[in-house]
């Protein structure tokens, strides 16, 4: 993968200035757990973008709700997609797991010269669309994935220690957040544990075993036990950054660290197989919810980060956030703003991530977020 070291800078502002004129926009899989906060969210700041998805029975009382034009639209009818999004100026993509269903949205979206935006955290996902940046450049339009709690949050934090010693060859970052989870977070986690965990060493995504590598972790809401996660930002701040060692940890409590470590080659080989893991897919589409309104007003969410060099020399950093399904509306919908209002001399053509588009200060304009130097 070649970093790209051109990366403009979309200049943010908020909401108190001047309205942006409003453009045809998207926000596809509005329906889901995840959607449905962003439409809200973005019917909130005063858009009233297309909301579109293929299941018209769920499509069509979201769009009742908000009084916001529906389309129905199946990400398996290339021509009609095309056309679709061609009529609009960017596309914010909400329909997961992603790793099944940004490839023919990205597709679409090179062919119309469409802007486009997603909430991945999926490895593999991220390293697609960066491979697709010399396209996205040629077409005029920006590809951002993971414009949500995962990765904004991650990458503004690691962008900001990084900057802090030049020559940085080692990144560790830290995620305490996920007290509950969505249907489609649970699916693709379901999907992702037969790959193992994964790290990034000398550039390269490396798998380790699950549960090892635990190490402890000072949080701004205390210390937590972590260990070693698949996170979109091992994609996302090596693409930003550079830094060729990245370590994502998330925290969880030990007795599932544990577990992990004594079940996880079990379940590992177990969901390798197609009927099992379709079957884990169904159970957790069925029981898990997400976090009710209650639990997103009240849920915080903590990350830490450290840069490094050879020389000893490193920086850290801390951040504290509104409750991640929250933090992810909130910062998509400000991704999305963010692109529609770039003038034709500045932005970021091509595969962005958060930070190299907005800088590493953007995570600061999502309300609720706090960024510390030092913690007692």
């Known amino acids: 993968m ?32 995840t959607g449905a906060l962003i439409t809200e969210e973005a019917v909130r700041r005063g858009h009233r973008p297309v909301v579109a998805g293929r299941s018209a029975d769920r499509l069509i009382p979201l769009a009742k709700r908000f009084g916001l034009d ?96 030049p020559g940085a060859t080692r990144l560790d970052l830290a995620v305490a957040a996920m007290a509950h989870v969505s249907p489609g977070t649970a699916r693709t986690m379901i999907k992702q544990l037969p790959r193992g965990m994964s790290v990034r060493r000398e550039g390269r995504l ?89 639990a997103r007003r009240k849920g915080r969410a903590f990350l830490w980060a450290r840069a490094s060099d050879e020389a000893g020399n490193a920086a850290e950093g801390w951040l504290e956030t509104a409750e991640a399904y929250a933090f992810t509306a909130m910062a998509a919908v400000r991704c999305a703003e963010g692109i529609l209002k770039k003038l034709p001399t500045e932005g970021c053509l091509g595969a962005c991530t958060p930070a190299g588009a907005f800088g590493a200060d953007f995570v600061l304009e999502i309300p609720g977020t706090k960024r510390l130097d030092r913690i007692s």
């Not at 970093?3 to 800078?9: I, M, V």
């Open 70 to 165: 529906p389309l129905v639209l199946d990400l398996k009818d290339e021509t009609a997609l095309t056309k679709a999004v061609a009529e609009c100026s960017l596309v914010l993509h909400a329909a997961g797991p992603f790793a099944e269903t940004s490839g023919p949205m990205v597709r679409a979206c090179l062919s119309a010269g469409t802007h486009y935006v997603d909430i991945t955290g999926e490895v593999s996902v991220f390293e697609e669309i960066f491979a697709r940046d010399p396209e996205a450049k040629q077409r005029g339009i920006t590809l951002l994935p993971g414009a949500g709690f995962d990765v904004v949050s991650g990458d503004c934090l690691a962008k900001y220690v990084a900057d802090k010693v």
């Open 206 to 294: 490396r798998v380790s075993d699950a549960g090892e590598g635990e190490r402890t972790v000072r949080f701004p809401g205390g210390a937590r036990q972590a260990v070693p996660a698949t996170l979109g930002e091992l994609a996302a701040v090596y693409w930003t950054t550079g830094i060729p060692n990245i370590t994502a940890y998330m925290a969880l409590p030990s007795p599932v660290i544990g577990l992990m470590r004594w079940t996880g080659p079990l379940l590992q080989r177990l969901l390798a197989s197609d009927p099992i893991r379709r079957a884990a897919e169904r159970g957790a589409r069925a029981v898990i919810r997400g976090p009710d309104a209650e």
């Open 2 to 33: 070649t970093l790209n070291k051109g990366l403009g800078r979309i200049r943010f502002r908020s909401a108190k200035e001047d309205a942006m004129p409003e453009k045809r926009w998207m926000i596809y899989g509005a329906y889901g757990y």
